[in-house]
């Protein structure tokens, strides 16, 4: 928390200079798709192109292109591997990731936004034994977001998922929860909590704590998104166990229509 607040303070010195113009802020010109791990009801606009990548721990690399290819519906590829920044053999995943979203309600005063989704991109290294990812993959899954206007904005954000990582024996449902709050017209701050009820058997590698996600989000400039994330802060994890794992995550939108 320490790390995050000076983090945030530092960024929140830079909005002085510059005008927030990605997906983090009071000023924010895009709206989010995805807090941390968990899928959002955001969309990414029709004509539009969003590559992201993000950077986690164990040299770990995960690129991704969306395009929102009509009104309301967008889709996507990802890929990347282990061991892709350090030394010796990369480990690719074994298959590219694919995404895909529509919005079937827009928000309104009264009523949230909601989408359906599938996504088939985990998160860490792929435990090929278990035919899965670290982090499971949302799977098919439906979103909802609202925002409100405290202190700037206040975004509340609810997710219901079924993975299609399933050989470690836990087929469950399940949920997710997750919050994001501006600072100033540049910043924002995120937190999510996946209940991992889709991970907690014998045979699974969580511990039945859940996912506590929370980073910070800084809109660098036109469609630039950089942000700072620490990811299990519960220790859930069996497996490369470090508490509050740090990533990168670096953004950019822009048109092309």
């Known amino acids: 928390m320490k790390t995050l607040f000076r983090i945030a ?5 830079f909005t002085i200079f510059v005008k927030g113009q990605g997906t983090a802020g009071e000023d924010a010109k895009f709206e989010y798709r995805s807090l ?3 899928p959002s009801a955001g969309i990414l606009e029709k004509g539009f192109v969003g590559v992201s990548v993000d950077v986690l721990p164990l040299g770990v690399v995960i690129s991704k292109i969306e395009v929102g290819v009509f009104e309301n519906f967008s889709f996507g590829i990802s890929y990347g591997g282990a061991n892709i920044i350090g030394t010796g053999v ?3 995943y074994k298959l590219p990731g694919v995404n895909a979203r529509v919005r079937l309600l827009n928000e309104t005063a009264s009523q ?5 989704g599938f996504d088939s991109q985990g998160k860490g290294t792929y435990l090929s034994g278990l035919d899965r990812f670290e982090i499971k993959s949302p799977g098919f899954y439906a979103a909802v977001s609202k925002n409100f206007e405290f202190l700037g904005y206040l975004s509340l954000h609810g997710i219901v ?3 299609l990582e399933r050989e470690d024996g836990d087929k469950d449902l399940n949920f997710g929860i997750g919050i994001e709050k501006t600072i100033g017209g540049a910043v924002s701050l995120v937190a999510e909590y996946d209940f991992a009820t889709n991970d907690n058997t014998a045979n ?3 511990e039945g704590n859940g996912y506590l996600n929370m980073g910070v989000r800084w809109s660098a400039g036109e469609g630039f998104t950089i942000g700072l994330d620490l990811r299990d802060m519960l220790n859930n994890k069996k497996i490369n166990s470090n508490k509050a794992d740090r990533a990168i995550f670096v953004e950019f939108i822009k048109g092309i229509l």
């Open 9 to 13: 303070i530092i960024l929140f010195a």
């Open 36 to 38: 941390i791990d968990m």
């Open 90 to 92: 990369v480990d690719w």
């Open 112 to 116: 949230p936004a909601l989408a359906l």
């Open 161 to 163: 998922n079924y993975t």
């Open 204 to 206: 699974a590698i969580g």
